[in-house]
């Protein structure tokens, strides 16, 4: 049984800085792309950011760019999140993915829960 936990969000201020992680289980961790995609209320899924299998090349959306890294350890089968200088409008229920293809999409096989950030101002 695959499962993927976040953990990390919570509330902070304009500026501040969070770190989620996603740790998976029930599958083959290094061979999947992973991916932190985001909703934000009355929005659709946003892909934020995403991270090959292997080769560690990474994805990270315009809106987020110079703000949030996209991380793994294939040793602890973890996948992290870091937001720094976060803005108000990154407020959103932030999900882990994960794809077996090379191109993780709203598609991607397995999802996590869920973890929520709020950014206050």
């Known amino acids: 049984q695959v499962q993927l936990v976040e953990s990390g969000g919570g509330l902070v201020q304009v500026g501040g800085s969070l770190r989620l992680s996603c740790a998976a289980s029930?599958?083959?961790?290094?061979?999947?792309?992973m991916g932190w995609f985001r909703r934000a209320p009355g929005k659709e899924h946003e892909l934020v950011a995403a991270i090959s299998r292997s080769t560690g090349t990474t994805y990270v959306a315009g809106s987020v760019k110079d703000r949030f890294t996209i991380s793994r350890d294939n040793a602890k089968n973890t996948v992290y999140l870091q937001m720094n200088n976060l803005k108000s409008e990154d407020t959103a229920v932030y999900y882990c993915a994960a794809e077996r293809g090379m191109v993780i999409t709203i598609r991607a096989d397995y999802w996590g829960q869920g973890t929520q950030v709020t950014v206050s101002s």
């Open positions: 029930g599958l083959t961790f290094s061979s999947y792309t």
